[in-house]
């Protein structure tokens, strides 16, 4: 996974993961994503990650209220969120498959 948002500035991203240090959940919802990303055959440099304990402000710029959030943005600009360590395989699943 990309570490910030410098690294997919040609474009917009895919897939943005906001997460908190290394907060277990945090950890936890890194580690699934990966995962199941590798499983669907999806590049992780499609998701851009975001440590909030490093720029709080973005919290107020995608308007995330809790963590781990993994985050599809929308050329609409309405972005679909997923809260949570991400653990539940068939959710995520969805998520990154209907996008």
């Given at each position: 996974?990309?570490?910030?948002?410098?690294?997919?500035?040609e474009?917009?991203?895919?897939?943005?993961?906001?997460?908190?240090?290394?907060?277990?959940r945090?950890?936890?919802a890194?580690a699934n994503?990966?995962?199941?990303l590798?499983r669907?055959?999806?590049?992780p440099a499609?998701v851009?990650e975001?440590d909030?304990?490093?720029?709080?402000?973005q919290t107020l710029?995608?308007?995330?209220?809790?963590?781990p959030?993994l985050?599809r943005p929308?050329?609409?600009?309405?972005?679909?969120i997923?809260?949570?360590?991400?653990?539940?395989?068939?959710?995520?699943?969805?998520?990154?498959?209907?996008?």
């Amino acid at each position: 996974m990309s570490m910030g948002v410098e690294a997919r500035s040609e474009s917009r991203p895919r897939l943005i993961l906001f997460v908190t240090g290394d907060a277990p959940r945090s950890l936890r919802a890194k580690a699934n994503l990966a995962e199941t990303l590798e499983r669907l055959g999806i590049d992780p440099a499609d998701v851009v990650e975001i440590d909030l304990t490093a720029d709080p402000t973005q919290t107020l710029v995608y308007g995330i209220f809790a963590t781990p959030a993994l985050l599809r943005p929308k050329e609409s600009g309405r972005s679909e969120i997923l809260y949570g360590d991400l653990s539940e395989q068939k959710a995520l699943e969805r998520f990154l498959t209907l996008g």
